[in-house]
T-cell receptor, first 112, second 117 residues
Framework: DQQVKQNSPSLSVQEGRISILNCDYTNSMFDYFLWYKKYPAEGPTFLISISSIKDKNEDGRFTVFLNKSAKHLSLHIVPSQPGDSAVYFCAASALGAQKLVFGQGTRLTINP | EAGVTQFPSHSVIEKGQTVTLRCDPISGHDNLYWYRRVMGKEIKFLLHFVKESKQDESGMPNNRFLAERTGGTYSTLKVQPAELEDSGVYFC???????????????FGPGTRLTVL
């Protein structure tokens, strides 16, 4: 059973507009959520995180929103830039555990 | 500061053969993790070392996989004998140990792409 789901395998956005990537989870024990970005032939790179005591965390152009009641989080990128084109993975961990549980990833393409 | 390095970057072997993957974590990182991504699916956890000890090996698929971390530095992941379904990209990650914090940020290596024919 997949505990972290990214239902959109791909997303195409025009440069300068907002990109919104979504992620759903099923495990109520998850208390920390992360987004990783991955370019081809490279490993995932940490982007931004949020703990379950918050509902929003912002870092420059990147904002992560957490809706615990809906078990849903989203990553907003604004404005989107061509260098943002990559695969984005949502990940979660449970209190006391270090292992990350990943979603399947969403391929984001930013069009000029 | 050097990042996480993995060797080899690619490996092509035949079913039944043995392959050993190596990971060198970021210097000073006590935590080392192995993950695997199969056929474009999600990245799945395999196991977690704290220094030389296995903290969590709940993701190891079967006893054909053996992970070691000698002296708490680099780690190896051996697959013996390899099967077709072992094909995928094997990622290693490392993190510092910061007690009292949420999950420490894990820094990933570039991965080893394993193809079993």
């Amino acid at each position: 059973d997949q505990q972290v789901k990214q239902n959109s395998p791909s997303l195409s956005v025009q440069e300068g507009r907002i990109s919104i990537l979504n992620c759903d989870y099923t495990n109520s024990m998850f208390d920390y959520f992360l987004w990783y970005k991955k370019y081809p032939a490279e490993g995932p790179t940490f982007l931004i995180s949020i703990s379950s005591i918050k509902d929003k965390n912002e870092d420059g152009r990147f904002t992560v929103f957490l809706n615990k009641s809906a078990k849903h989080l989203s990553l907003h990128i604004v404005p989107s830039q061509p260098g943002d084109s990559a695969v984005y993975f949502c990940a979660a961990s449970a209190l006391g555990a270090q292992k990350l549980v990943f979603g399947q990833g969403t391929r984001l393409t930013i069009n000029p | 500061e050097a990042g996480v390095t993995q060797f080899p970057s690619h490996s092509v072997i035949e079913k039944g053969q043995t392959v050993t993957l190596r990971c060198d974590p970021i210097s000073g990182h006590d935590n080392l993790y192995w993950y695997r991504r199969v056929m474009g699916k999600e990245i799945k956890f395999l196991l977690h070392f704290v220094k030389e000890s296995k903290q969590d090996e709940s993701g190891m698929p079967n006893n054909r996989f053996l992970a070691e971390r000698t002296g708490g530095t680099y780690s190896t992941l051996k697959v013996q004998p390899a099967e077709l379904e072992d094909s995928g990209v094997y990622f290693c990650a490392s993190s510092q140990d910061n007690p009292g914090k949420y999950t420490d940020t894990q820094y990933f290596g570039p991965g080893t792409r394993l193809t079993v024919l």
